[in-house]
T-cell receptor, first 116, second 114 residues
Framework: DAGVTQSPTHLIKTRGQQVTLRCSPKSGHDTVSWYQQALGQGPQFIFQYYEEEERQRGNFPDRFSGHQFPNYSSELNVNALLLGDSALYLC???????????????FGPGTRLTVL | GEDVEQSLFLSVREGDSSVINCTYTDSSSTYLYWYKQEPGAGLQLLTYIFSNMDMKQDQRLTVLLNKKDKHLSLRIADTQTGDSAIYFCAESTLLNSGNTPLVFGKGTRLSVIA
């Protein structure tokens, strides 16, 4: 049973460029969440996708956008990159249970983005 | 809003027990999670507990929840060098529509001395 996968593993970009990160959820999961983890910090929630729509969003600017495909995989896009966007980007997948219990999130290995 | 606090560092000797502490702010219908992150890796789910429970045990791991003080702890028995990592406490509130996003602490770096 494959876990959450992310690509690429590492990425180096320059300021002003655009980047796309990809995530495939764990088998059987239908919800994908994205988190940004700056060095020495805990992960910060960016947004969550379910049924191909953005359902929840954290405190991130519109430069951060995403997409979910019919097979539940997801992309995170960041436009007009800033130096401060350098971080580990984590994807987490879960199965939406509504009021029935925890949507326990399982994380992928992350994509390390460096902006020069 | 939700807020999660953790102490930043803990050092223990191999074979001893480790206790990692966390405080949180939300109170009702909350799930509390412990994740482990090794260098350069993603987050590995260790265990979780719902706010109507006091304790949960899973092999070497014991989670204790003090609801009155909003204090959560993770005890690792017989700590091994492979337990060296950063441990994150996270919380999420259960709503009818699902869970709120995870809110993480800054993590506790556990160093195990052989």
């Amino acid at each position: 049973d494959a876990g959450v996968t992310q690509s690429p593993t590492h990425l180096i970009k320059t300021r002003g460029q655009q980047v796309t990160l990809r995530c495939s959820p764990k088998s059987g999961h239908d919800t994908v969440s994205w988190y940004q983890q700056a060095l020495g910090q805990g992960p910060q929630f960016i947004f969550q996708y379910y049924e191909e729509e953005e359902r929840q969003r954290g405190n991130f600017p519109d430069r951060f956008s995403g997409h979910q495909f019919p097979n539940y995989s997801s992309e995170l896009n960041v436009n007009a990159l800033l130096l401060g966007d350098s971080a580990l980007y984590l994807c987490a997948s879960s199965l939406r249970r509504g009021w029935r219990g925890t949507d326990t999130q399982y994380f992928g290995p992350g994509t390390r983005l460096t902006v020069l | 809003g939700e807020d999660v606090e953790q102490s930043l560092f803990l050092s223990v000797r191999e074979g001893d027990s480790s206790v990692i502490n966390c405080t949180y702010t939300d109170s009702s219908s909350t799930y509390l999670y412990w994740y482990k992150q090794e260098p350069g890796a993603g987050l590995q789910l260790l265990t979780y507990i719902f706010s109507n429970m006091d304790m949960k045990q899973d092999q070497r791991l014991t989670v204790l929840l003090n609801k009155k003080d909003k204090h959560l702890s993770l005890r690792i028995a017989d700590t091994q060098t492979g337990d060296s990592a950063i441990y994150f406490c996270a919380e999420s509130t259960l709503l009818n529509s699902g869970n709120t996003p995870l809110v993480f602490g800054k993590g506790t770096r556990l160093s195990v001395i052989a």
